[in-house]
């Protein structure tokens, strides 16, 4: 059974930084391409960005709305996937979900979810 | 503005048949396969549809498909429990982002 669970959620203030960590289990994770996927209270769904897979060089996007200021990066070693947050803005606030990407590109599973709170 | 495009809200009774929709470009639904997903309470999203495919556990009342660039969810036989939210999502070429619709609530009279 494919599992996701992510931690490292928090309160932090404005101009902070915070690592989020996703923990896979039940799959092949290095075959996969890796998503994040944030929701902000009483709003929709918005894409974080994308690390894709060691045959695709392990190759990030980013949205732009955290372009320069978030980092993706995984360790098929250890089966888990990271999300470096700097430079957190109020905005940030969040449900943070860990994703992952089947062979259509398209999410095929969810983790629980990570709350980031960013208020002084 | 999202750059996929739902229907804000649809309402069906227990037993009929509802149709989501999703519309995009050329540049992402045109181009790629459209992933679905169900929001029950604002809990964890679950995937319903990707591609053409319905994963493990969904029940076959769920279909999807795609025409040119819109896609569609649609649920045969409307049941309580498939009262939430639903998303669409895919890939964009132009982008090179991950879009998602704005999301559609879908409520059983």
């Known amino acids: 059974e494919v599992q996701l669970v992510e931690s490292g959620g928090g309160l932090v203030q404005p101009g902070g930084s915070l690592r989020l960590s996703c923990a896979a289990s039940?799959?092949?994770?290095?075959?996969?391409?890796m998503d994040w996927v944030r929701q902000a209270p009483g709003k929709g769904l918005e894409w974080v960005g994308r690390?894709?897979?060691?045959?695709?060089?392990?190759?990030?996007e980013y949205a732009a709305s955290v372009k320069g200021r978030f980092t993706i990066s995984r360790d098929d070693s250890k089966n888990s996937l990271y999300l470096q947050m700097n430079s957190l803005k109020t905005e940030d606030t969040a449900v943070y979900y860990c994703?992952?990407?089947?062979?259509?590109?398209?999410?095929?599973?969810w983790g629980q979810g990570t709350l980031v709170t960013v208020s002084s | 503005q999202s750059a996929l495009t739902q229907e804000a809200s649809v309402s069906g009774t227990v037993g009929q048949k509802v149709t989501l929709s999703c519309t995009g470009n050329?540049?992402?639904?045109?181009?790629?396969?459209v992933g679905w997903y169900q929001q029950i309470s604002h809990g964890a999203p679950k995937t319903v549809m990707f591609?053409?495919s319905l994963p493990s556990g969904i029940p076959d009342r769920f279909s999807g498909s795609k025409s040119g660039t819109t896609a569609s969810l649609t649920i045969s036989g409307l049941q309580p429990e498939d009262e939430a939210d639903y998303y669409c999502?895919?890939?964009?070429?132009?982008?090179?982002?991950?879009?998602f619709g704005g999301g559609t609530k879908l409520t059983v009279l």
């Open positions: 039940g799959f092949t994770f290095s075959d996969h391409y």
């Open positions: 591609g053409n």
């Open positions: 690390t894709r897979n060691k045959a695709n060089s392990y190759t990030t």
């Open positions: 050329s540049n992402n639904i045109g181009s790629y396969a």
């Open positions: 994703a992952r990407v089947g062979g259509t590109t398209v999410t095929t599973h």
């Open positions: 999502s895919t890939w964009d070429y132009s982008l090179s982002a991950v879009v």
